[in-house]
Every structure is written in structure tokens, then in C-alpha cells.
């Protein structure tokens, strides 16, 4: 996706929405979340994504998308990016989420609101309300903004 002016702002409400859920595929091992990508057993990650979806989302919110990545060097540590199709209720995000040693990060690859607005504030806004509205655990800081 072309990065705009508002890309990073949406990027950070995503990654914050979706911290669990790359918090529980990071307990997974690596090198068995690369082994599954190398033998394309993408029923096998799909599966993993939406257990680890379940937790926080409602059912269908995300799901594992067309593929993924990795990165695996001699002395180096693994990194495993996957293809994710997150749909709250209005919005559909597809995006790719990469899975380090430490740290987990999101980058949008395209975004559709179902009703957009010609403001891209408003725009913003709604992806943040309609993530808060598709978790189970009602977020209170988020649901402010």
C-alpha cells in the first residue's frame, strides 16, 4: 500500500489491537511456523491464527491470508511474516504480520471501509471503534479516542 499521511496512525490502532493475538503466535516455535510456510500447509497456520484469534476476537475478525514469509540467516534470529485479512464489522484490512525474537509488527497492505468517508480522520476513527467492537474484552482506553 502507498503509505500516507494517515497510514502509520492506523497501523499503530491495528498493532495495538492485534498485540495479543501476535503475542500468543510468538509462544509458537519458529522454526515450526516456517516449516509449515516452506510445505505451504496453510490450512495448518490458518488454523493456528484463528486459535490464537479466538482468544480476543469475535470469530471471522482475523484470519490467516494467502501466505507468508520468512527470514531464516546463520547466526541470526528467525523472523516470520504472515498474510492477514483482519474484518471488523464495515472495514476489511489486509495486512502482514511479522514475528521477531522480541517484538511483533504490522504493516498495512490495503484497507477498504464498506461506507468510507471523504474524511480520512473519521476514516481512522471507525477502523479504531470497529476493532474495539469485534474483541470480547471491551477496551475502555481505546473505545475514548
Known sequence: MKKCNFSKEREEILGYAIAPVASELRLLDAGDLIALLRLERYSSIADL????????????????????DYRLEWGGSPEVTLD????????SVYARLTLADRQAA????????????DDPDENTRFLARSLTASKFAVDRQAEAA
Not at 84 to 91: D, M, R, Y
Open 49 to 68: 491464527v484463528s486459535s490464537a484469534a479466538e482468544l480476543y476476537f469475535h470469530p471471522g475478525t482475523v484470519n490467516f491470508g494467502s501466505g507468508g
Open 84 to 91: 492477514l485479512e483482519i474484518k471488523p464489522k464495515g472495514v
Open 106 to 117: 504490522i504493516e498495512i497492505d490495503h484497507i477498504a471501509f464498506q461506507n468510507p468517508s
